[in-house]
């Protein structure tokens, strides 16, 4: 499987999307510990709350870019497809 250019930069959106969310949490952590000490549902503190957030916001996306990639990666395939059924 190749990546093109397209691909890399949707990439790369993504990644300095989550990079400033989770630099977003770290500064917090550092600078206002109390702000996330505040007990959320089922009575678990908000930084807890917040990491499993991230984690999960990893994950969908890694889901998104995979299918972004995968409709992409068809229409180029379907794209090359039809232009060498025209020239045979």
Same mark, same amino acid.
């Given at each position: ?22 630099? !977003? @949490?770290? $500064?917090?952590?550092?600078?206002? #510990?109390?702000? =996330? ?5 089922? *009575?678990?503190?908000? +930084?807890?709350?917040? !990491? @499993?957030? $991230?984690?999960?916001?990893?994950? #969908?996306?890694? =889901? ?5 990639? *995968?409709?992409?990666? +068809?229409?180029?395939? !379907? ?10």
């Amino acid at each position: 499987m190749t990546i093109n250019r397209s691909q890399q930069q949707i990439g790369l959106v993504l990644f300095f999307f989550y990079l400033l969310l989770y630099g !977003g @949490f770290v $500064l917090l952590m550092a600078f206002d #510990v109390e702000r =996330l000490q505040a007990l959320g549902p089922a *009575r678990i503190n908000l +930084a807890v709350w917040s !990491g @499993f957030g $991230l984690i999960v916001l990893a994950l #969908v996306l890694a =889901l998104v870019y995979g299918w972004i990639c *995968r409709t992409t990666g +068809a229409e180029e395939n !379907g794209d090359a497809a039809a232009a060498g059924e025209d020239t045979e």
